[in-house]
């Protein structure tokens, strides 16, 4: 009997165990210390919720993600490369340009995207998207960084790189914007600063999984 089911493209739910998993662009090979399982000849990575806040956003219930086989992706904030390296299972067809600044996680992130060929990594400042502007228009823009202004940050980019239709998904650590306030009362706030802004499509608190954080999708249309 079958053990993984079709969640979205390229993202499967193993029932028995209720985990996620993404199928291994390179097969044998783990990029964190994740468990890999093997169905027929297909091998699948699962995708940690305490590792990746896309996948603790999956484990919650998110509806929609917007990412697809083909989809070009702009990520801000790679660090050593957990969840670039999930999208990147996904994304066999398409590819993702990489925004990391600090350049020790950037070291171990290199050579990870010198195994996985979808991957271009730049070591440059998210706040700073005219320096990457090489990067062409996307289909989705992710953002992970825990800096005070994280809205301001994934605005300017989604204003320069996500295409009419595209989608944006934020990942919001309440205590970096201001730790003086209760993390729901950030999170109403980012909520009507995004929704001025753009049209927020769907939103999950993390934890247990990742504490005082949230995750939004955003369409721009
Ligand atoms: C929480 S970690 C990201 C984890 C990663 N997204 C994952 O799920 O595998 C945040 C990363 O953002 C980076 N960062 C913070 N501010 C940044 C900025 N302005 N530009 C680029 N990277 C930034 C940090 O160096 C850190 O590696």
């Known amino acids: 009997m079958?053990?993984?089911?079709?969640?979205?493209?390229?993202?499967?739910?193993?029932e028995k165990r209720k985990g996620i998993?993404?199928?291994?662009?390179?097969?044998?090979?783990?990029?964190?210390?994740?468990?890999?399982?093997?169905?027929?000849?297909t091998e699948y990575?699962?995708?940690?919720?305490?590792?990746?806040?896309?996948?603790?956003?999956?484990?919650?219930?998110?509806?929609?993600?917007?990412?697809?086989?083909?989809s070009l992706i702009l990520y801000l904030g790679s660090a050593s490369g957990t969840t670039v390296?999930?999208?990147?299972d996904i994304c066999t067809k398409g590819f993702i340009f990489a925004i990391e600044f600090s350049p020790r996680v950037m070291?171990?992130?290199?050579?990870?995207?010198?195994k996985r060929k979808n991957i271009a990594p730049f070591l440059e400042s998210a706040n700073h998207p005219e320096d990457y502007s090489q990067v062409p228009q996307v289909d989705v823009l992710y953002q992970?960084?825990?800096?005070?202004?994280?809205?301001?940050?994934?605005m300017k980019n989604y204003d320069k790189f996500l295409k009419k239709g595209g989608f944006g998904l934020l990942a919001i650590k309440a205590r970096s914007i201001d730790v003086t306030k209760k993390p729901k009362q950030i999170f109403k706030q980012v909520m009507?600063?995004?929704n001025q802004k753009t049209t927020v499509v769907d939103y999950r608190v993390l934890d247990p999984y990742e504490k005082d954080h949230a995750f939004f999708v955003v369409k721009k249309k």
Not at 107 to 114: Q, V
Request: aromatic share 12%.
């Open 144 to 154: 992970d960084i825990a800096q005070r202004d994280q809205v301001g940050i994934f």
């Open 192 to 194: 009507d600063e995004l």
């Open 21 to 41: 998993y993404t199928i291994n662009a390179i097969p044998g090979k783990r990029v964190y210390d994740e468990r890999l399982f093997k169905e027929g000849k």
């Open 107 to 114: 070291r171990d992130f290199i050579f990870m995207c010198e």
């Open 45 to 70: 990575r699962q995708w940690d919720p305490e590792r990746s806040k896309l996948s603790a956003a999956l484990t919650k219930g998110i509806s929609q993600t917007g990412i697809n086989e083909d």
């Open 2 to 14: 079958k053990q993984l089911n079709y969640k979205f493209p390229g993202i499967f739910v193993r």
């Open 85 to 88: 390296s999930h999208i990147s």
